[in-house]
């Protein structure tokens, strides 16, 4: 079933899911993993750009995490302990 719901997290989602994060993607950065140097190495590369940092943030996740933790459900989680209710609901319904 993971591997099902690892096919279903490609870079076309996560760049739907980052225009719908603006300021909060730090916060989700960090929710999943993501040491803060390298947060602000996005946010030096393109101020004042939230969809650019947000789409950075999930692009860097998503190549560099643990595998088994590049999940719909671990990409959930961190959107909703944000309140980003949009974001979440641009994901498969069907990924836990």
């Known amino acids: 079933m993971e ?3 690892g096919s279903k997290l490609n870079e ?3 760049e739907t899911v980052s225009k719908k994060i603006e300021f909060r993607w730090q ?3 960090r929710e999943l993993e ?4 390298q947060l602000e190495v996005f946010k030096k590369e393109f101020p004042n750009d939230h969809v650019k940092h947000a789409h950075l ?4 996740w998503f190549t560099t995490c643990d ?3 590049r999940t719909l459900k671990t990409l959930r989680d961190a959107l909703e ?3 980003c209710t949009e974001a979440v609901n641009c994901l ?3 990924g836990q």
């Open 3 to 5: 591997q099902q719901e």
């Open 12 to 14: 076309k989602l996560l």
């Open 27 to 29: 916060q989700i950065g």
């Open 34 to 37: 993501l040491k803060q140097a």
């Open 57 to 60: 943030m999930l692009l860097k």
């Open 67 to 69: 595998p088994e933790k």
């Open 81 to 83: 302990d944000a309140e």
């Open 92 to 94: 498969p319904s069907d």
